[in-house]
């Protein structure tokens, strides 16, 4: 005996998977922001470590420019830990929502409830 037939809640499985699209493009975002900051901060070492003193905008040696630039190594750091965290929380929360759009996108499968726009 068969009951009635599952209705799938079309507005809910949209923002279900809209949600999961919206986490994996920031995931993505703050990946890309710490990969430039890296190389920002690969940069600044090389400047610190190779030869004589930096040049000042004046044209002499700039007998300040190492501890300059090794504050600002200091602060990149900081930035990029920070960044590593929120990075590793927007990995979790976009892992858990992707793995929740692809059951709600399964179970709406299974009642052939599944728009056409919405599969992935």
Do not use: F, W
């Not at 190492?66 to 990075?87: T, V």
């Not at 992707?98 to 052939?112: C, F, S, V, W």
């Amino acid at each position: 005996m068969r009951g009635t037939p599952m209705r799938i809640d079309q507005n809910r499985l949209r923002e279900v998977i809209s949600q999961a699209k919206a986490d994996s493009a920031a995931c993505q975002a703050a990946m890309q922001e710490i990969r430039r900051k890296r190389q920002a901060l690969n940069s600044l070492r090389a400047r610190l470590n190779p030869g004589p003193c930096p040049i000042g905008p004046d044209g002499k040696p700039d007998v300040n420019a190492s501890e300059k630039i090794q504050a600002e190594i200091n602060a990149l750091i900081a930035e990029i830990a920070a960044d590593d965290e929120r990075y590793d929380d927007l990995r979790e929360r976009s892992t858990l929502s992707g793995t929740l759009a692809n059951k709600a996108r399964d179970h709406a499968r299974q009642h052939d409830q599944l728009p056409p726009e919405l599969e992935d």
